[in-house]
């Protein structure tokens, strides 16, 4: 909800100062709908024409997006620690053999169900138990399994980040499309020279620059803002897959289940990341 009080503040400070500096807001209003179906429609084209329709369609659910919170809270990471942890106490007690219906059948096994936020994220669900399948029946030393989850992520993560990437490429073009908008208004006023009185055509020139200061203002005002949050809110949605990559990662090379997930623990960052003793409380109370 962040982003609606920032476009808020945009829209106030930079029309409240040309009002205030003795502007008529009206000379902006006025020509805005023509200029705002030029540069509006002209990058939304291009935007479409330059990205897959699976880029469109993330772009716009991302876009969205923004107004929801992030996908895991505070309390949302506790479960998935202590997801991790009822399984690794499990491999560590019974062997890794022990897992194996359950990584086949999550939504189907005891343990999984006890955990809905992490069985209802098929991506986080699918990372985690192919990780957890290489671990059963890959025979893989750490640093081999480790180069096949950072390729992953690798993958997932620029996935991820391409909707951002081409929002922002949308908010570089507006400026350039506002100085379209502008170059067709002072087309049309050239029209005129000769037939029309000098207040006509001072109008009109007003009018055209309008489209110029609307693709500055929309590119970096609006547009630019929407793509800087939307990686944001990528890296933030990454950070469960690396915390299931450093926990199984960390049981791989030999550490105790505790140990691993305090590894995991540290990748958070501190608005988000429980304290050492609130997460030993709660891991307790998964035994």
């Given at each position: 909800?962040?982003?609606?009080v ?23 209003v ?66 890794l ?20 936020k992490?069985l ?5 669900l699918?990372?985690?138990t ?21 390729a ?16 922002q490429?949308v ?69 469960p897959?690396?915390?299931?990559k ?15 997930l ?20 709660e ?5």
């Amino acid at each position: 909800m962040l982003i609606i009080v920032g476009y808020i503040l945009v829209i106030g400070c930079v029309f409240g100062g040309f009002i205030v500096a003795g502007g008529n807001i009206m000379a902006v209003v006025e020509p805005a709908a023509i200029e705002m179906l030029i540069i509006g429609g002209g990058a939304f084209g291009a935007f479409v024409a330059a990205n897959t329709m699976k880029t469109v369609k993330a772009a716009v659910s991302g876009t969205l997006g923004l107004l929801k919170a992030p996908k895991f809270g505070k309390d949302d990471y506790i479960e998935l620690f202590k997801l991790i942890y009822e399984l690794l106490m499990k491999m560590r007690k019974d062997g890794l053999m022990a897992v194996e219906s359950h990584v086949e059948n999550p939504s189907e096994s005891a343990i999984f169900q006890k955990y809905p936020k992490v069985l209802a994220d098929h991506h986080l669900l699918d990372f985690m138990t192919d990780c957890l399948r290489l671990m059963i029946g890959g025979n893989m030393a750490a640093h081999e399994l480790e180069a096949v989850l950072e390729a992953e992520l690798e993958t997932h993560h620029h996935e991820a980040a391409a909707p951002a990437h081409a929002i922002q490429k949308v908010a570089d073009a507006l400026p350039a499309f506002g100085i379209v908008a502008a170059v067709l208004g002072i087309v049309k006023v050239m029209s005129l020279v000769g037939s029309a009185p000098p207040s006509v055509i001072g109008a009109k020139v007003a009018a055209a620059l309008v489209g110029t200061f609307l693709g500055i203002l929309l590119g970096y005002g609006f547009v630019g803002p929407v793509a800087a949050a939307m990686e944001q809110r990528a890296h933030e949605d990454a950070k469960p897959f690396e915390i299931v990559k450093i926990a199984l990662l960390a049981t791989v090379r030999g550490y105790a289940p505790p140990v691993a997930l305090e590894f995991a623990r540290k990748q958070l960052f501190s608005d988000l990341r429980p304290s050492f003793a609130d997460l030993e409380t709660e891991l307790k109370g998964a035994k």
